[in-house]
């Protein structure tokens, strides 16, 4: 296979409509790219939820990886978390702003997977 040459290459570069976004695509996936990321996200649109409520709705996850990845979307700044002045304690787990933001981007992500579901099944016809 022959090599591009560096002006091949350029020119690929500057006619790539995705080059303008790539970098904001790999920050979108640096931050909700891991396997629980995206299902917790999910799980706190309706509604705040407590650490046990999340852990029973996503049953393969361990609670080190449930912990780490909450506090990793809080870090980021896309759910907060809440900790009432109750005995004993009661910490809740809401989306903020900017994790409500992504809803248009796993709607996206969503709709394209179904589709892709399709074509998949269908190969089998």
Known sequence: MKR????QAQQFDDENPCKEFLTGITR???VVGS???VPLLCLLYKRSKRFNELRR???N???HMLA??????ESDGLVSRTV???????VEYSLTEEG????GVFLALGEWGRSREFVANSSHL
């Open 68 to 73: 780490a990845s909450l506090r990793e979307l």
């Open 28 to 30: 979108t996936l640096d």
């Open 35 to 37: 396997k629980w990321k």
């Open 61 to 63: 996850v361990t609670q």
């Open 4 to 7: 591009q040459t560096n002006r």
């Open 84 to 90: 009432y002045a109750e005995s004993p304690p009661r």
């Open 57 to 59: 709705e996503l049953p």
């Open 100 to 103: 409500r933001s992504l809803e």
